[in-house]
């Protein structure tokens, strides 16, 4: 049985730019997360997906957001890169929801923006 | 506000040794209680979860971890800690079963040969 996908692993963009994460969770898992994780912050909720709907939202600026697919593969959309925005943003599937299932995570997508 | 706390930053322990992690959470009522760990450059992984019933519940890897209502707390144990074990562990809270999941600061785990 796959993991959870985060395509692509190492990204580096420039300040200003925009960027793409991409999610694709455990097959039946009808819920996808996403987590930025810095040393400095730890792990902050961004938001939650199920079946196409933002369910919950983490205290993060509109520059952020995401969407999930009818596949339940999700994406977030960084705009304006920040260099604040540099972390690992890890992406959660659970075939509920996060907190009754429990996650299992992709391997993440570092970020570093210069 | 709720909170989620791992009063240890880092702990070391040597190979064979027993370990416990510490977690407490500041909700009013027993929220769904999980402990994850990270190794280098991977995701997490979930360990164990607990929403009810037994306070104690048995994980993956020989974790486990005891849920004291009294004290807010749900820490992790094992008897014997391995090299392997080495690694960041997070205890993780949901309030409800919709709602979102927060994460403690984390406890870097190093283990002596």
């Not at chain 1, 205290?59 to 957001?65: I, Q, V």
């Not at chain 1, 304006?80 to 993440?108: H, K, N, Q, R, V």
């Not at chain 2, 190979?15 to 909700?27: K, Q």
């Not at chain 2, 974790?63 to 004290?71: G, H, L, M, N, V």
């Amino acid at each position: 049985k796959a993991g959870v996908t985060q395509t692509p692993r190492y990204l580096i963009k420039t300040r200003g730019q925009q960027v793409t994460l991409s999610c694709s969770p455990i097959s039946g898992h009808r819920s996808v997360s996403w987590y930025q994780q810095t040393p400095g912050q730890g792990l902050q909720f961004l938001f939650e997906y199920f079946s196409e709907t933002q369910r919950n939202k983490g205290n993060f600026p509109g520059r952020f957001s995401g969407r999930q697919f009818s596949n339940s593969r999700s994406e977030m959309n960084v705009s304006t890169l920040e260099l604040g925005d540099s972390a690992l943003y890890l992406c959660a599937s659970s075939p509920g929801t996060g907190a009754s299932d429990g996650y299992t995570f992709g391997s993440g997508t570092r970020l570093t923006v210069v | 506000a709720q909170s989620v706390t791992q009063p240890d930053i880092h702990i070391t322990v040597s190979e064979g040794a027993s370990l416990e992690l510490r977690c407490n959470y500041s909700y009013g009522a027993t929220p769904y209680l999980f402990w994850y760990v990270q190794s280098p450059g991977q995701g997490l992984q979930l360990l164990l979860k607990y929403f009810s019933g037994d306070t104690l519940v048995q994980g993956i890897k020989g974790f486990e971890a005891e849920f004291k209502r009294s004290q807010s707390s749900f820490n992790l144990r094992k008897p014997s800690v391995h090299w392997s074990d080495a690694a960041e562990y997070f205890c993780a809270v949901g309030i409800t079963s919709y709602d979102k999941v927060i994460f403690g600061p984390g406890t870097s785990l190093s283990v002596i040969p």
